[in-house]
Structures are given as structure tokens and as C-alpha cells.
């Protein structure tokens, strides 16, 4: 198999495989937590329903609704009018990957036993899984987002290495912020009626940090339209952010080795040589006559090591 094909080859197989483990994922949460979900709905709809036919509300019914109601918002359950479930396939979806990217919004949560012990197990194998996925789609990203650059930027433009570093890594960051943070955090606060500008740029920075304190979360208000498309669609922007955050931080680190930062704090320097082949390679039929004589000459006995040379 060629390199270049293989170059190609690992990154997309790595997320095929991811996306059909969030698909088994999502399967999975559905199947445990749909009917746990529904049964607490129809537990608050009956006793709405018993505390409306109430002649007269006492405090300590009155006590007892409100904490039921309150545990079922914890889980994400409404008693208002709504027929939105929090376990669909999207949604599940959109859980399962916020699970793995650990950015744990923490507004859905399991009800189940059984979805406990999944969480538990899905999450031990899919956070590693993830930063394979991430590491190897980024590793394949820095040279023609990064060493091409720099290298165009030292041959067309003249600049030395630590210029054209910090020259490339102004114009990334500029791009990054622009592209994942003010135009997403535009879309938000148009789709989402109830957020700010400054309230959907604080959603986009606590999530593609990875921080996910759940106090904005997408597509969580009644009646919202093509929700199933709408958390899709923020499922796939928070794993491309994710990427991109992971491509700025290696591209400092890379910026850090050239100004001489790593190595005046000890630190591993960023490796340039990952996953490039030899710019020459030598082939045997190569070598010539001299090398080839040399090659075949036997040794002169004295360079040959003894024991009488050891000293006693």
C-alpha cells in the first residue's frame, strides 16, 4: 500500500470506526434510558393531574410536587406541555459524543442502572478512543496547515523561521477565532431566541474547551424546529473544534521549539518527522565500486578485539 494512501486511509478509518461507536452508543443509551424517561413523565402528568383535581393544596402536597418536579428537571424531564424526548437517536447522539469528548454538558444525564454501568464502560473505551481519533487527524492536518506554511513563508517571503512561525501562528489563531468562535457564536444567537451574542460566544469557549458547565445547551427549548438536524449538526461542530483547538496547540508547541522555549523549560520538543518518508532512499545496486569493495574486504586481524588486550 502506498504511503500517501495509507496517510489518507488511517485518519478516515479512524472516524468511520468512531462514528459507528457513537451510532452503537447512541443505540444503546436509547434502548436503556426511552423507557426509564417515559415512565417518569407519565408519573408527573398523573400527579399533575392529581394535584389540579385538589379542592384545597395543602403544604405538604404542595412540598412533595415540587420536589418530584424538581428531581425530573434534574434529568432533564419537563412537566410543562412537551413532547420532546432527551433519548431519540440524535440525541443520544449528541450525548454519547459529549460524553467522549468529555465535554459533559451534564443536562442529560442517565436514569438507569443499567445506563450507569454503560456510561461507565462506553466512556473507558471511548475517551481513548477519541484522542486516538483527534491525535491521528492532527498529526496528518500539521503539515499542510502548519510546516507548509512556515516553509512557504521562509522561501517566498524571505523571513527566518522564528518570523515566519509567529507570522503563521497569528494569521491560525485570527482564523480559528473567527471560524469557531464569533461566526458559530453569530448562529447561535440567531437560532437560539433566549441567548446574546456574548452568551452563545461563552457557550462556544466553554465547550471547545472541553469545560461543559451545562448552563447553555443547544436545542433544549419547546418546539424547537429540525432539533434532530440542529444537534447533529453541533455534535459534528464541537468534534471539528475539537481538532482545530488540538491543531493550535500543537502548532504552539512548534512555535515554542523555534524560539527555544521548550528547551529552556526541559520540555519534549514538537516532532517534525512523524509520518514522512526519506527524501532519498538508497538502494542496494546503488553503492559504488569503492563501497562495494569495502564492503566485501576482510578484516585486519588486529583491529579484531582479544582478551590478551584486557588489562589484568
Known amino acids: 500500500m502506498p504511503t500517501a494512501f495509507r496517510s489518507c486511509f488511517v485518519p478516515g478509518g479512524f472516524i468511520l ?13 436509547s434502548a436503556f434510558e426511552r423507557p426509564v424517561e417515559e415512565a417518569l413523565k407519565s408519573d408527573l402528568i398523573s400527579l399533575k393531574a392529581e394535584f389540579l383535581n385538589l379542592s384545597c393544596i395543602n403544604a405538604t402536597a404542595f412540598e412533595v410536587f415540587l420536589e418530584k418536579v424538581l428531581r425530573a428537571n434534574k434529568y432533564g424531564v419537563s412537566v410543562l406541555e412537551d413532547s420532546r424526548t432527551n433519548w431519540d437517536l440524535a440525541s443520544s447522539l449528541f450525548f454519547a459524543n459529549t460524553m467522549v469528548t468529555t465535554v459533559g454538558y451534564g443536562y442529560t444525564t442517565p436514569l438507569s442502572d443499567a445506563g450507569k454501568a454503560f456510561s461507565i464502560v462506553y466512556a473507558l473505551i471511548g475517551v481513548p478512543f477519541t484522542m486516538l481519533v483527534l491525535t491521528a487527524c492532527v498529526q496528518r492536518l500539521m503539515h499542510p496547515l502548519t510546516y507548509g506554511p512556515i516553509s512557504t513563508c521562509q522561501q517566498r517571503a524571505g523571513l527566518q523561521p522564528r518570523a515566519a512561525s509567529v507570522l503563521h501562528f497569528t494569521v491560525l489563531l485570527f482564523l480559528v477565532v473567527l471560524g469557531f468562535f464569533v461566526l458559530p457564536a453569530l448562529v447561535f444567537s440567531a437560532i437560539e431566541e433566549t441567548w446574546s451574542f456574548l452568551d452563545a460566544f461563552y457557550f462556544c469557549f ?11 445547551v443547544p436545542a433544549e427549548k419547546p418546539g424547537q424546529k429540525l432539533r434532530a438536524l440542529y444537534k447533529i449538526t453541533v455534535m459534528v461542530y464541537l468534534f471539528v473544534g475539537l481538532m482545530v483547538m488540538f491543531l493550535v496547540l500543537r502548532t504552539f508547541h512548534k512555535l515554542a521549539d523555534v524560539h527555544g522555549w521548550t528547551a529552556f523549560f526541559h520540555l519534549p520538543t514538537c516532532e517534525e518527522d512523524e509520518d514522512k518518508e526519506p ?34
Do not use: H, M, W
Not at 17 to 29: K, M, P, Q, R
Not at 289 to 300: C, F, N, V
Open 17 to 29: 470506526a468512531y462514528i459507528t461507536y457513537l451510532l452503537l452508543g447512541a443505540l444503546a443509551f
Open 206 to 216: 466553554i465547550s471547545l474547551c472541553t469545560i461543559g458547565l451545562g448552563d447553555f
Open 279 to 312: 527524501i532519498i532512499e538508497r538502494e542496494p545496486d546503488d553503492e559504488s565500486p569503492e563501497a562495494k569493495k569495502a564492503s566485501i574486504q576482510p578484516l585486519d586481524p588486529s583491529s579484531q578485539v582479544s582478551y590478551n588486550s584486557i588489562n589484568r
